[in-house]
């Protein structure tokens, strides 16, 4: 079983900065892509930002220049720092991640999400 638990959400004024944290935690033996989404209601969830296992990232493109991304594997946690946050960026994010298991005999890889957290940017 394994768990990914998101803190930093929350309320910020237009041109202000959050920091979300995603720690990973339960029986894994690797993560490989970790990464946020967001969703707000009505549309489609999108990948925000995602970083490998060593470094690679991508980003979308709304928020190139104002979010990085980064990862702690000795902690088996994502970040992401928001800053220069816009009405637009409200959405519920949510932690997504890419772990390896096992079951048996086998190894397998599965994607896991975190319960989500609210982003709200208003004056």
């Known amino acids: 079983q394994v768990q990914l638990v998101e803190s930093g959400g929350g309320l910020v004024q237009p041109g202000g900065s959050l920091r979300l944290s995603c720690a990973a935690s339960?029986?894994?033996?690797?993560?490989?892509?970790m990464g946020w989404y967001r969703q707000v209601p009505g549309k489609q969830r999108e990948l925000v930002a995602e970083?490998?296992?060593?470094?690679?990232?991508n980003y979308v493109d709304s928020v190139k220049g104002r979010f990085t991304i980064s990862r702690d594997n000795a902690e088996n946690t994502v970040y992401l720092q928001m800053n220069s946050l816009k009405p637009e960026d409200t959405a519920v994010y949510y932690c997504?991640?890419?772990?390896?298991?096992?079951?048996?005999?086998?190894?397998?890889?599965?994607?896991?999400w975190g319960q989500g957290t609210q982003v709200t940017v208003s004056s």
């Open positions: 970083i490998s296992k060593g470094g690679v990232i």
């Open positions: 339960g029986r894994y033996f690797s993560i490989n892509y």
């Open positions: 997504n991640a890419a772990v390896g298991t096992y079951r048996g005999s086998y190894a397998y890889t599965d994607e896991y």
